[in-house]
């Protein structure tokens, strides 16, 4: 038998919008959930939205891990950065760029570049130096 709507969203909330453990919460196969959400969009749109929930928690998740923790001090000059509680994560970095960002030019593609008509778009090449602070922060740490 149906739950109703309000008994459904309660236990689709506990369960993160996640079919398979709604189906158990309920007693119920898998499949009777589906077939619940094909004969009301109101059980859909109640899935839908816990999902959603579910991956707005991930992508804060993983906006973390992509940033890292900063350490900051404070210095007589105000707030200073110095070093890392927790490294930024660049393969998830990458990751979310590469999706997220993909409207806005990050990510691979085969796009061909007709803007330069294959010339160089410098005349010079740009040098960037890293400063790696690793070793010294945990040389602190130590």
Not at 24 to 31: D, M
Not at 50 to 61: A, E, H, M, S, V
Not at 63 to 81: C, D, H, K, R, S
Not at 103 to 114: L, N, P, V, W
């Amino acid at each position: 038998m149906r739950p109703s709507l309000k008994r459904f969203k309660e236990v689709a909330k506990k369960c993160n919008g996640n079919v398979s453990a709604i189906a158990s919460a309920l007693c119920v196969n898998r499949r009777t959930i589906y077939d619940w959400m094909d004969e009301d969009e109101q059980f859909k749109t109640v899935i839908e939205e816990y999902r959603g929930r579910l991956f707005d928690k991930c992508l804060k998740t993983a906006e973390l891990l992509a940033n890292g923790v900063p350490t900051i001090e404070m210095t007589e000059n105000g707030p200073q950065f110095t070093g890392w509680k927790v490294m930024p994560d660049s393969s998830m970095l990458r990751y979310l760029l590469s999706t997220l960002g993909r409207k806005d030019g990050f990510g691979e593609s085969t796009a061909i570049d007709i803007t330069s008509k294959g010339e160089r778009i410098m005349s010079e090449p740009i040098q960037i130096e890293v400063i790696d602070r690793r070793e010294q922060i945990d040389n602190k740490e130590q």
